[in-house]
């Protein structure tokens, strides 16, 4: 597959398999998707272990774009992006958008075929001004 993939992060397992859940039932199997939620111990947070895995279960050649619901989570997929390192990093961008309708409109983006950068563009264009 060579559409970009998807990778949400929330603090909430629950939120970001339900995001999940939402991207898959509008665009269906046509991107690659993942997502983690909650800290190792099953409340609310995120892990850096658990984004790398979602990022290797979402990876594509065409790139990685990540949703995040919070500081923390962008905190800790910079992190994930740092440790998996070079070449790939180069090829993950963390989206700056709403999770729910970023995660939605970018793969549905990603799913025509769109390149990393517009996939990221379509997420960005979401946020508050």
């Given at each position: 597959m060579n559409n970009v993939g998807i990778v949400i992060v929330s603090h909430s397992p629950k939120v970001a398999e339900g995001t999940a859940d939402m991207v898959r039932q509008m665009v269906g199997e046509d991107v690659p998707l993942a997502?983690?939620?909650?800290d190792p111990e099953g409340g609310l947070g995120t892990s850096v272990e658990a984004i790398m895995a979602a990022i290797d279960r979402a990876w594509s050649d065409a790139g990685v774009a990540v949703l995040v619901d919070l500081g923390g989570a962008e905190t800790?997929?910079?992190m994930a992006?740092?440790?998996i390192g070079e070449p790939r990093a180069q090829k993950i961008v963390i989206c700056n958008a709403p999770i729910v309708e970023g995660a939605v409109?970018?793969?549905t983006e990603a799913s025509g075929g769109a390149s990393l950068k517009e996939v990221v563009a379509t997420a960005h264009e979401l946020a508050p001004a």
């Open positions: 997502w983690c939620g909650g800790n997929s910079e992006i740092e440790m409109m970018a793969a």
